[in-house]
């Protein structure tokens, strides 16, 4: 399991080793950053690609540990209410 997890974790990481550099500020030549610019040709491009990361690294975490904790909150409900009952 935990070799799967690497594995899908390389998959998902891949798509930013493309689109990200490492870039020279242009007025302070010795800082250097990691950004995306330039790396689409237009801007919906770009925009797709970050919707994308939004709802891959927020909104899809977001969703399934809603649904565990809903879950969870079920299935202590019914196990108190058959020990109380």
Do not use: D
Not at 44 to 60: D, G, I, K, P
Not at 69 to 81: L, P, Q, T, V
């Amino acid at each position: 399991m935990l070799t799967v997890a690497w594995v899908v974790a390389l998959l998902c990481s891949a798509p930013q080793s493309l689109v990200f550099r490492v870039m020279h500020h242009p007025k302070v030549p010795e800082f250097e950053q990691c950004v995306s610019f330039e790396a689409f040709s237009n801007h919906h491009q770009e925009l797709a690609y970050n919707l994308t990361c939004l709802l891959a690294m927020y909104f899809l975490p977001l969703i399934i540990i809603t649904v565990c904790y809903a879950c969870i909150f079920c299935e202590i409900s019914k196990n108190s209410r058959e020990i109380s009952g």
